[in-house]
């Protein structure tokens, strides 16, 4: 920690750091490059050792919140703060890392987002990981990778999220968050960082110049301006190194800022906490089982019953035929049943945590998991409207899979027809030319696997003829009085029975009237009566007939359709 002795850890970082200084000053040859392997390999084990030691201590301040919840509540809201700026930002480097890795290698372009993906996995505690550098046979390599951090100009960095400019600045601002944390704890004080921690984290964060061969140079310039791959790694994970670093003290600062000597365990409880509690069939039921005021140095045992429970034995379980649960590095008991060949419906298990107590007898302490559903994976899919879909209108429709969040679905559609998502979660169909649709939905699981379910078949139809209407008389009707047809301004169509808001336009029509055995017709080129049918219409008398016909009307669809003749008589 800045301003005082420094730790094992950190003079075992610097050290290291000295080392590397020392290998980017001699030619690049296989021992160099070897030895920068080694050097990375030795990061990643202090990476890993780093993140034991934040996950220990978020742990014990859970433990301090399940004592008591209100006077701990705003030290840990600040610490689950700290966790999340931490972990994005390790994950944005990460990421980093191995589009930096495709890149020297040929692999990565950026209008394919994907093309990296064979350098960025997981690793056995389910943490971001980039392929192991000794795998990378252009470790030497530095011309493409100086294009793709900084450009072809070293004094104006290019800008861009995958950039060292970008990386520069993600990590100041990650700095000053910190620096500006301030919160009030339950008495109303506020809390703000320690000046020790302050100075580390300007000590830390710095990205001013640098000195080259007598000329100052730019941050970015100076750590990846023709830094060959196996340089440029390690120093990125040294990065994540100096975050997890004041990650770790800012949370060793929360904790112990927590007056210890409130907290007195009077009860141990068991607590399980399911990932989800309703589980697809085929897929497996996950959960953290522990025992609060967990005391890190006395782990207890964790027993689940392989039977599921009846609901009617209450004895306690017979542990000494049972494997014991795995406990992770987190403290936390990790159960998982799979749920292959199982019956749906509700199910829960019996189980036992077994604890050395502070008089050093071993207390069983027996628990009953949380009821969880087992269900068949279905696929829900409801038009909001009706069973079809039309084409030329925006059919909504809403998809949603059981167990599952709206943002884990991959809704896709066949043929010609388009689908999008809306802001409110619920989807729009916009129908092709083709007579039918599926629609096809990929689940992402809780454990991050994806679920293909089966697809759902739809119609595609055209909008149906909407009906013409001239003086609220439709083609059903045969009488009209002398007054009605004066008051006709024109002709107009409308849906009938039609669950969508459709707007149709008339674009012409015509009308004839039979006088004295004599036809005479005229035509209007819009939705109104011309002056001339007008004048028709004032001069005909009771029995003589109305034709309108020659209806076109423009529909959503972009086509042009003639509608059904009306005949009227005057009465």
Do not use: H
């Amino acid at each position: 920690m800045a301003g005082g002795k420094e730790t094992p850890r950190q003079k075992m970082i610097g050290m290291m750091y000295l080392v590397l200084t020392a290998l980017l000053a001699l030619n690049i040859s296989k021992e160099v490059l070897n030895g920068f392997v080694k050097v990375e390999n030795s990061l990643l084990t202090t990476q890993g050792t780093l993140s034991a030691k934040v996950n220990e201590t978020n742990t014990e301040l859970e433990v301090k919140y399940a004592q008591n919840q209100e006077k701990v509540k705003p030290f840990r809201d600040q610490a689950t703060q700290v966790n999340k700026s931490s972990n994005d930002l390790i994950s944005y480097i990460t990421e980093l890392k191995a589009r930096a890795m495709a890149s020297s290698t040929g692999d990565y372009k950026e209008q394919e987002a994907t093309n990296f993906d064979g350098f960025l996995g997981k690793d056995e505690n389910g943490r971001d990981t980039v392929l192991n550098l000794q795998y990378i046979a252009q470790k030497d390599e530095y011309m493409a990778l100086t294009e793709f951090m900084v450009g072809g100009a070293p004094n104006a960095p290019k800008e861009g999220e995958w950039t060292a400019l970008q990386l520069r600045q993600s990590m100041e601002s990650y700095r000053d968050e910190l620096k500006a944390m301030s919160f009030k704890d339950n008495q109303g004080v506020t809390r703000t960082l320690p000046p020790n921690l302050l100075e580390q984290l300007d000590e830390t964060f710095q990205f001013g110049t640098e000195m080259e061969d007598g000329k100052e140079v730019l941050w970015e310039a100076a750590n990846f301006y023709d830094v060959p791959l196996a340089a440029v790694m390690p120093l990125m994970t040294k990065m994540t190194l100096d975050i997890q670093d004041i990650q770790e003290d800012i949370l060793s600062w929360l904790l112990g800022s927590v007056d210890a000597k409130s907290y007195k365990f009077t009860n141990l409880l068991p607590l399980v906490v399911p990932e989800s509690n309703y589980i697809l069939r085929g897929d497996s039921f996950r959960a953290n089982v522990l025992l609060a005021a967990f005391d890190g140095t006395n782990p207890p045992e964790f027993y689940v019953d392989a039977q599921k429970f009846n609901g009617r034995d209450s004895s306690m379980l017979d542990f000494e035929s049972i494997e014991s649960l795995p406990i992770g590095i987190d403290g936390l008991g990790k159960l998982r049943i799979s749920t292959k060949g199982m019956q749906l419906g509700d199910v829960n298990y019996k189980g036992l945590i077994r604890f050395q107590g502070p008089d050093g007898n071993i207390e069983p302490y027996p628990f009953y998991t949380p009821s969880f559903t087992v269900a068949e994976p279905a696929l829900v899919v409801s038009p909001t409207k009706m069973n079809v879909f039309y084409r030329g209108l925006p059919n909504p429709v809403e998809v949603s899979v059981p167990g599952v969040a709206g943002d884990a679905l991959e809704v896709r559609i066949s043929g010609d027809n388009k689908i999008k998502k809306q802001t409110d979660g619920t989807y729009v169909v916009d129908p092709g030319k083709v007579t039918e649709a599926k629609i096809t939905v990929t689940a992402t699981m809780p454990d991050g696997s994806k679920k293909t379910l089966p697809a759902r078949d739809f119609r595609v139809k055209r909008i149906p003829d909407p009906v013409p209407s001239f003086a609220g008389k439709t083609p059903s009707d045969r009488l009209i009085s002398k007054n009605t047809l004066l008051g006709a301004p024109g002709v107009s169509a409308k849906m009938e029975n039609f669950d969508f808001d459709v707007k149709v336009t008339v674009k012409s029509f015509s009308i004839s009237v039979s006088r004295d055995g004599t036809l005479v017709e005229k035509k209007s080129n819009s939705n109104r009566l011309s002056s001339d049918m007008s004048e028709l219409l004032k001069r005909v008398s009771r029995g003589n007939v109305i034709y309108i016909e020659d209806i076109v009307v423009s529909m959503p669809d972009g086509t042009e359709r003639q509608l059904a003749p009306m005949k009227l008589k005057v009465s």
